[in-house]
């Protein structure tokens, strides 16, 4: 069960500045508990993708992304997701304040 | 009437506030505390030192600290010979934070957590100054079989030379072992050790 | 294995000696980093969760505990804790006020509800979801521990008592780091503690997240862990003792608006 997401997502300087906090182990595999991160991350602004990143073991637990899209308004809809390498997923999704 | 009465109730509380003595902490901390690991209950009963300090705010009478630190200084037994080390071992024990707590296996090597407190080799960024910096120690103070004793007796028991020194009694506590305070030893006194470079 | 990886890299990193000066600058850089974006709220999200939760032998959830302003009220509530509770004829710190409310509400044995109340960076306790999320509903608040109360009174003086008491195999009391004005251990700067003027901003910010384990700490970690190092043996959870000296840190704050969960180094 993945843990609980928080985003905040506002305008400022006519961009969009989203920040997410995610909830995940993120353990390397010389860890005992192995090889759990999260490797892709997907950003959509009203449902377009904007925004595809894979994440490498090096960040570590409980991770905070923040980035800014290019212009945007309040109330679009920006939604973040993340799958792991145990084909585990969350998603999370926020109106622009 | 009232008013004076009231005045003199709100005076009271705070100009006579209930002193709590060492005592009565001793007493609480021995119904609140419990043996963990190897730190056992014995350690909240304070000894003469402790309560002496406490009880003074770490000032004691000049007569009694003279007469308590003399006491101290009978707890070590100091080695034959040189008390220089290896003061690349010494390095390595002055890093180590481990030794008495309870999360430390009982009998297992300790550490004098030397950098915690106090500066030794310059290559150490990581360094604490609730104590003096020990850089060159060896270079200015000298490293004659004098010097060495004085080191070798702080480390074992600070109490010895500064009755209410924040500097734990390494050797007396059982933290260090002789062997491992002469590699101390080593590390602040050797004219090879990083510290007196 | 990450931790033994992490050490390694420093010790890489500090093989050049840096200025102390420079050293402090970076360290309020880095600090400024996490508060921005801190994992804080998650522990909040998740003691929300617990708070709502049924559980025990009366399927009850902690929405009815009084943690001082009334039952379920908790904005503000922490900020003046410690305090006096007539219920239990004791004061009481946060954890030992869920703990009652668990004992009580949820019919929950004491054993079972004090099982596990630090956890670790793969498992936080319940205790840890919980003071997140009841501490940070007190954002804003002036700190204001109980203080008229005789009991209250006796626990202020206890704990300043207890600050200033050698023991220990290494004969530490709290002011043996927390005593002087300008002082680090290794690289922590430590707070003057008994001072108003360093004791307000620390009680504003604890509990907290803390970023090099991953872990969120609470208060009655806080002291366990200090006594730990301080080589004396382990004192009980919620005991008078650490209720004591979180009353008299918090009484010595007293005054300053509570910033919510911090997050340390």
Redesign the interface.
């Known amino acids: 069960m993945a843990?609980?997401?928080?985003m905040r997502a506002t305008i400022a300087g006519g961009n969009t500045e989203v920040?997410v906090?995610m909830?995940h182990?993120m353990t390397?595999a010389?860890?005992?508990?192995g090889l759990h991160h999260i490797q892709n991350v997907v950003v959509k602004q009203n449902g377009k993708t904007v925004v595809e990143a894979e994440i490498s073991q090096a960040v570590?637990?409980?991770p905070?992304f923040?980035f800014r899209l290019k212009g945007g308004a309040k109330g679009d809809k920006i939604e973040v997701s993340w799958l792991d390498n145990k084909g585990e997923s969350n998603k999370i999704e926020t109106a622009v304040a | 009437m009232k008013r004076v009465l009231l005045s003199f109730v709100l005076l009271l509380p705070l100009g006579v506030a209930a002193q709590v003595t060492s005592t009565d902490v001793q007493k609480i901390m021995q119904r609140d505390f419990q043996t963990r690991g190897q730190a056992t209950m014995d350690r909240v009963v304070q000894d003469g030192v402790q309560r002496v300090c406490t009880e003074s705010n770490d000032r004691p009478p000049a007569e009694l600290a003279k007469q308590m630190e003399a006491d101290q200084l009978k707890t070590i037994a100091f080695p034959e010979g040189s008390l220089i080390g290896d003061w690349k071992r010494g390095e390595g024990i002055a890093q180590s934070g481990r030794g008495l707590q309870w999360t430390d296996p009982a009998g297992a090597a300790g550490g004098g957590s030397c950098y915690n407190c106090h500066q030794l080799s310059p290559q150490e960024g990581s360094h604490g100054t609730l104590g003096p910096s020990l850089l060159r120690f060896g270079a200015t103070r000298g490293t004659g079989p004098e010097m060495q004793r004085y080191v070798y007796g702080k480390i074992y028991n600070a109490k010895a030379y500064n009755l209410c020194s924040q500097m734990p009694r390494l050797g007396y506590s059982g933290t260090l072992t002789p062997e491992q305070i002469k590699d101390l030893v080593g590390l602040l006194l050797d004219p090879a050790s990083p510290v007196n470079k | 294995m990450k931790r033994f990886l992490a050490g390694v890299l420093l010790l890489g990193i500090s093989s050049a000696p840096v200025p102390a000066q420079d050293a402090k600058k970076e360290i309020q850089k880095y600090q400024q980093m996490i508060a921005e974006g801190s994992p804080v709220e998650l522990f909040e999200l998740e003691g929300e969760a617990l708070w709502k939760k049924p559980q025990g032998p009366k399927n009850a959830s902690l929405e009815k505990c009084d943690l001082g302003q009334g039952p379920g009220v908790l904005k503000g509530a922490y900020a003046r804790l410690p305090r006096y509770f007539k219920d239990a004829d004791r004061v009481m710190d946060l954890e030992t006020r869920l703990l009652h409310c668990m004992t009580t509400l949820q019919g929950r044995s004491r054993e079972e509800a004090t099982k596990r109340v630090f956890g670790n960076e793969s498992q936080p306790s319940e205790m840890e979801y919980l003071s997140a999320y009841v501490a940070a509903q007190s954002r804003g608040a002036k700190l204001a521990a109980g203080t008229a109360h005789p009991k209250e009174k006796e626990a202020y003086e206890l704990g300043r008592a207890l600050f200033f008491h050698r023991a220990g195999g290494w004969d530490m009391s709290c002011a043996s780091c927390h005593g002087e004005e300008d002082k680090r251990i290794r690289m922590q700067d430590l707070p003057v503690l008994y001072k108003r003027e360093f004791a307000r901003p620390i009680m504003a910010t604890w509990p907290a997240y803390r970023v090099s384990n991953s872990q969120f700490k609470t208060m009655q970690w806080r002291i366990n862990d200090c006594y730990r190092q301080m080589r004396y043996p382990e004192p009980n959870f919620a005991s008078d003792t650490t209720i004591a000296l979180t009353t008299f840190l918090t009484v010595t704050a007293a005054g300053e608006p509570y910033r919510g969960p911090g997050t340390k180094r």
């Open positions: 843990g609980p997401m928080k920040r906090l909830t182990p390397t010389q860890m005992k508990e570590s637990r409980n905070v923040s």
